[in-house]
């Protein structure tokens, strides 16, 4: 019977050794790391359809401030006015006839196809005091 229990125990030794032989190996593993994440890039918009470009009018104003656009590429922008500190009610573009409302919280939609390069203002009702630059190539 005592030999019995040395082997027993002896055989729970040796199981419990490898177990943690088996633990320090994977440990020493290096970690694979997962792939990078491609660099995700805007899909171009199909021929007709007009880029979306999101807005937001906050304390600090428009943002972003400045927005890089294309000669006679349709965009839409999607204005959602987040603060109440502002004089930035509406939307206007300087040069053309676009005077968008824009109610506190609520996504507004305003299409626009720049017809020539340069920069055009864009911001607020008074005199544009909050606004910022659409810069047209």
Known sequence: MRTLSLVVIATLFVTACKKE????????????????????????APAGAARVVELKVTENGFEPGNVKLKKDEPVKF?????????CATEL?????????????NK???????????????????????????LLVE
């Open 21 to 44: 032989e088996v633990k320090a190996v994977e440990a020493a593993k290096p970690a694979v790391a997962a792939p990078a994440p491609a660099e995700v890039k805007p899909a171009p």
């Open 78 to 86: 999607v204005v959602t006015r987040v603060t109440d500190a502002t």
């Open 92 to 104: 206007l573009i300087a040069e053309t006839d676009i005077k968008a409302e824009l109610p506190l």
């Open 107 to 133: 996504p507004v939609e305003v299409a626009w196809t720049p017809t020539k390069a340069g920069q055009v203002k864009f911001g607020c009702a008074m005199d544009m005091m909050v606004g910022g630059l």
